[in-house]
C-alpha cells in the first residue's frame, strides 16, 4: 500500500493516487501524505486566480472577434479552462483524515 503524487499537466499540480486502501496505511504515513497533500493544496486558489486572468484574455479577444471559426474556438478555450478550474476546486476540497484500520 502507498500513496503516488503524480504531477498533471493540465491542472498544473501534483495529484496523489492511492494505491490499495487508505485506511490500511499506518498513521504515520497517512499523516506524512496529508501534510504533502496540504502543502499541494494551499497552491491551488492561487492557480485558480492564475486561470481566471486567462479566461479574461480569452474573454476580451472574443469581444472583438468577427471571424466564427476563430470565436467558437476560444469559447472552447474558455469552456476547457472553467473545466480545469472546476476539477481544482474539487481538488481543493478534497481533504481526507487520518484513520486507523484497528479504530
Known sequence: MSVVFN????LGLSIPTIQGSWTELDKEYQEHILAKWETIRGTIPDRVKIIEKQIE?????LTSEEDF???CQ????MAELAS????LWIWFRTT???????A
Open 7 to 10: 504531477f498533471d499537466a493540465r
Open 69 to 71: 471559426e476563430r470565436s
Open 84 to 87: 480545469i478550474i472546476n476539477d
Open 57 to 61: 484574455s480569452v474573454h476580451l479577444q
Open 96 to 102: 481526507p483524515t487520518v484513520t486507523s484500520a484497528t
Open 74 to 77: 476560444l469559447n472552447l478555450e
